[in-house]
């Protein structure tokens, strides 16, 4: 049932309306720059702040306060026009409309930094900012001088291209852990994981930390370009992404690589918001407005279900089983990568336990950055890194490590550069081997490197000894 809550001329032109993390609150931005909650239980919106210019981006998450009674909200506001993002936290007790008690930390941001997403890791006190051209951004308050005002610790600008950032979250970890990795995803259609890294420093600040971050995995959904939002399943840990193909709002299951929803909505400019089943059900409810109507589709199960997982959609043409690998919970495994006319890689686990298809293979993960049909497939020894060949002189070098809740993350490592002007030869063969060295007279530490030679179609052999993976 619907009820009027009241009608405030701050809300009538344009608004931002989200939720705060963890809480019933809802969080209300205004175009005169008025930053308010509404409160489910009293069923009222309470004034907080009143910011200096209209507002572009809100972010809201509940915090556990110095006693338990206590709930603190920590609120990130962007203003337009303003080079800066501004934090605030409230406690319960704040709501009074004047925001006098509130205490405020100033984000500078990058030149041409305009937020579209974010995150607030409370364990490692680290902001995560994404931009709008693709670039995202850490702030760790551990390694601030000014308490008042913290500065970009690290930048990332390779992940996304230059396409908007529109999901910045940590994967699910328990309680007194530390968040270990996060997924970030964005309008050019790719998701990626990276890990966060944490090292003590005594540098700086006491109980600082020195934190760095690395991609372990990136993949592309066929359901794109546009994600625009994921989730974990609370039941299942599946993930689950959604966003828009043209004129249809798809969720996709990244887990079991299948759709889960799928509605003519008449694409992505208007407003919508979905809220997903976290009960592995597969269901959610979308809404949308189209020609001034409110719609809902709401669906307790997926659209459909599978009764044979399918493979390659073209003939395979290589194989490739890796060597004996540890998986975080110690048990050993293998993997068995496969490659296909249809340009694309599957890495698959064999279980002995068949799955709810039937089937004892289970594919892991698909990758796509070939143009052409793949060619050959081959290990390294450790099982650490994939070599793939296709047409059109493609070589790629992929990196294969364990990522929680995915089962496996997987990264494009390098690149073969062309070795003729048109790149229109085929790699009909290659052929790895793994060296090693001393960097330095006084290291201690062995640097590995390959030997990698490759046959082309113009019946040419070229050997590459490298340590750094071009």
């Known amino acids: 049932m619907w009820r009027i809550v009241g009608q405030f001329e701050a809300l009538r032109s344009s608004s931002i309306v989200t939720h705060a993390v963890g809480s019933n609150l809802i969080l209300l931005g205004g175009n005169d720059g008025t930053m308010s909650f509404y409160e489910k239980s009293i069923n009222k919106v309470l004034p907080v702040m009143h910011l200096k210019a209209k507002l572009a981006f809100l972010y809201a998450l509940k915090l556990h306060g110095d006693h338990p009674e206590i709930q603190v909200h920590v609120v990130l506001a962007v203003c337009i026009g303003i080079p800066a993002a501004y934090v605030y936290r409230f406690s319960d007790n704040d709501h009074c ?22 995150c607030y890791l409370p364990e490692l006190r680290t902001w995560v900012l994404g931009s709008r051209n693709g670039v995202i951004a850490f702030y760790d308050e551990s390694m601030s001088h000014r308490d008042s005002e913290l500065e970009l610790c690290i930048l990332l600008t390779d992940v996304h291209g230059e396409d908007a950032i529109t999901v910045i979250q940590p994967l699910p970890y328990r309680d007194g852990d530390q968040p270990s990795h996060i997924l970030t995803a964005g309008r050019d259609g790719h998701y990626a994981v990276h890990e966060i890294v944490v ?6 600040r006491e109980n600082s930390n020195v934190i760095t971050t690395h991609t372990v995995h990136c993949s592309t959904p066929p359901f794109g370009p546009n994600i625009e939002g994921a989730a974990f399943d609370s039941q299942t840990q599946e ?19 299948m759709e889960t929803m799928n509605v003519d909505c008449g694409g992505a400019h208007r407003n919508w918001c979905y809220n997903p089943c976290k009960d592995g059900s597969n269901g959610g409810t979308f ?20 009764l044979s997982s399918g493979g390659h ?3 395979i043409k290589s194989m490739a089983t890796s060597p004996i690998l540890m998986k975080d919970n110690g048990a050993k495994t293998k993997y068995i990568a496969t490659g296909a006319e249809d340009t694309t890689i599957r890495i698959w686990s064999f279980e002995e336990q068949r799955g709810e298809t039937g089937s004892p293979f289970r594919c892991l993960g698909t990758f796509t950055k070939h143009t052409t ?10 099982g650490s890194l994939l070599f793939s060949a296709a047409g059109c002189e493609e070589f790629f070098v992929w990196r294969v490590q364990p990522v929680p809740l995915l089962g496996i993350g997987v990264v494009c490592e390098a690149t ?5 002007d048109d790149g229109d030869l085929r790699v009909m063969d ?3 081997t793994e060296v090693s060295r001393y960097p330095g007279e006084h290291q201690n530490f062995t640097e590995r490197g390959y030997i990698i030679s490759i046959v082309y179609s113009d019946s040419s052999l070229r050997v590459s000894n490298s340590f750094s993976l071009w």
């Open 97 to 118: 409309g004047d925001g006098d008690t509130s205490q405020r930390t100033t984000l500078n941001l990058p030149a041409s930094f305009i937020v579209t997403g974010s």
């Open 239 to 257: 993930l689950i992404l959604w966003g828009f193909r043209s004129k249809e709002f798809v969720v996709w299951n990244a887990t079991k690589d």
């Open 416 to 420: 073969c550069p062309q070795v003729t």
């Open 430 to 432: 290659f052929a790895v």
């Open 199 to 204: 090292k003590s420093s005594s540098t700086l």
């Open 313 to 315: 959609g073209r003939e």
């Open 287 to 306: 809404v949308w407005t189209k020609a001034s109507v409110y719609h809902v589709h709401s669906q307790t199960e997926a659209s459909h279900r599978v």
């Open 373 to 382: 049909g793949i060619q050959q497939l081959r290990w390294s020894a450790d």
